[in-house]
C-alpha cells in the first residue's frame, strides 16, 4: 500500500517528485500573498503547539482521574480494615473485661499449677504478640489512609490545573483558527487558489531539495511486521478530516492519527508529537523505515508516519484531511521509532 501511496504522490505538486513544477508568474501582489502564506503558516504552527498543549493536559488528567480512583478504592479497602482491625481489638478488651482486668494469657501465668503454667508460658508469648501484631496493622492502616487522603488531595489539585492549562490552550487553538479564517476571508477566491499553489510550491520545494541532498538514496529499510499493521491503519484513514484534540475514528490531529495506528499494532506510544520525540528511540534518517515516525520542527509540533519512497501519511491541519505528503516537505527535526 506505501508504494501505491507513495507513487501516487510522486506525480503531483507537494510531493516526492525530484523535477519542481514550473510556477506561474502569478499577479502582481505575489509578494503580499507570500506574506499572507507566511502568516498563515505562523499561525498554524502555532495552533498545533497549542493542540499538543492540550493534548499533553488531557493525558494528564485521564491519568490522574485514574490515580484518584484508584486511590479512593484502597481508601475503602483501607477503612473496612480498620474497621475489622477495630473490631479484633474490641473483643479482646472485652475479654480482658470478662477476666477481671486480666487477659487469659495472665491468668494462666498466676495459676498455681506449675506444670499448667508451663504448658500455657507459650500461648502466653503467642497472645502478647498478636496483641501486638493487631495494634501495629492498626497503626499502620491508619497511617495508610492518612497518607492516601493527602495523595487524592494533590492529586485533585494537579487535575485542576491540568484543566485550567487544557482550557487554556483550548483558547489559544481557537485564537489562531479563527485569525486564519479572518485572513482568508479577506481574499478572492482566484488569491486563495494562488495561496493554495504557493503552499504546495513551497512544500514542493523543500522535498525536492531533500531528495537532490541524497537522503532517499541511503534509506533502505523494510517495514517491521508491527510496522506495516500501524501503516494499513494510519492510511485506511486517509481522506478523514484534521480536528485539534481528535484520535479518531472520525477525525484526528497529528499525533492522534500515529498514536492510534500504532495502539492498532499493539504498542502504546505518547499521545503528543513532543512526548513522542522524547520518549521513543531516535533513529538516524538514513536507517529510516517505513512504519517509524518523522517528527517536524524546532519545537517538535508536528508529526507523520513514514510510508517508503519518500512519502509520510499524516493529518496536516485544520481545514485538511489526512493524506500523503513528502517525508522532507516540512523540516525535519528527527525520527523516532516506536517498535525499537
Known amino acids: 500500500m506505501a508504494l501505491v501511496c507513495a507513487a501516487a504522490i510522486l506525480a503531483a505538486p507537494g510531493t516526492a517528485h525530484a523535477d519542481p513544477a514550473p510556477k506561474d508568474p502569478g ?4 509578494k503580499s500573498l507570500e506574506q499572507v502564506r507566511k502568516e498563515m503558516d505562523r499561525l ?3 495552533a498545533a503547539v497549542a493542540t499538543d498543549a492540550y493534548n499533553a493536559a488531557e493525558e494528564k488528567a485521564d491519568r490522574q482521574s485514574d490515580e484518584i480512583v484508584r486511590i479512593a478504592k484502597a481508601i475503602v479497602a483501607g477503612e473496612k480494615k480498620v474497621d475489622r482491625l477495630k473490631q479484633r481489638a474490641g473483643a479482646a478488651a472485652r475479654a480482658q473485661y470478662r477476666g477481671g482486668g486480666l487477659p487469659p494469657q495472665a491468668q494462666l501465668m498466676l495459676s498455681d499449677d506449675p506444670r499448667k503454667f508451663l504448658d500455657n508460658a507459650g500461648r502466653m508469648r503467642q497472645g502478647q504478640q498478636a496483641t501486638k501484631g493487631l495494634l501495629g496493622e492498626l497503626a499502620r492502616t491508619q497511617d495508610d489512609l492518612r497518607r492516601y487522603a493527602d495523595d487524592a488531595s494533590e492529586r485533585w489539585r494537579e487535575l485542576d490545573a491540568n484543566r485550567k492549562a487544557k482550557a487554556e490552550a483550548k483558547k489559544k487553538i481557537k485564537a489562531k483558527i479563527k485569525a486564519v479564517e479572518e485572513l482568508e476571508s ?4 482566484e488569491e486563495r487558489e494562488r495561496l493554495l499553489k504557493m503552499e504546495q510550491e513551497a512544500e514542493f520545494d523543500r522535498q525536492a531539495a531533500w531528495i537532490d541532498s541524497g537522503a532517499l538514496e541511503e534509506i533502505t529499510g523494510k517495514a517491521s511486521r508491527s510496522g506495516k499493521k500501524a501503516i494499513k491503519y494510519a492510511t485506511a484513514q486517509i481522506g478523514k478530516p484534521y480536528e485539534w484534540g481528535a484520535e479518531g475514528p472520525g477525525s484526528y490531529d497529528c499525533s492522534g492519527l500515529t498514536s492510534e495506528a500504532w495502539i492498532s499494532a499493539g504498542k502504546t506510544i505518547p499521545r503528543t508529537s513532543q512526548e513522542q520525540w522524547k520518549q521513543l528511540p531516535r533513529i538516524d534518517i538514513e536507517d529510516m523505515r517505513p512504519g517509524d515516525l518523522i517528527i517536524y520542527h524546532e519545537d517538535a509540533s508536528h ?3 513514514y510510508i517508503g519512497d519518500g512519502a509520510i501519511v499524516h493529518a496536516p491541519r485544520p481545514g485538511r484531511d489526512v493524506t500523503i505528503a513528502g517525508a522532507g516537505s516540512m523540516k ?3 525520527v523516532v521509532r516506536p517498535d525499537k
Not at 27 to 30: E, G, I, N, T, V
Open 27 to 30: 499577479p502582481k501582489d505575489s
Open 186 to 189: 479577506k481574499l478572492e477566491k
Open 44 to 46: 498554524y504552527h502555532d
Open 332 to 334: 525535519i527535526l528527527g
Open 303 to 305: 508529526v507523520g508516519m
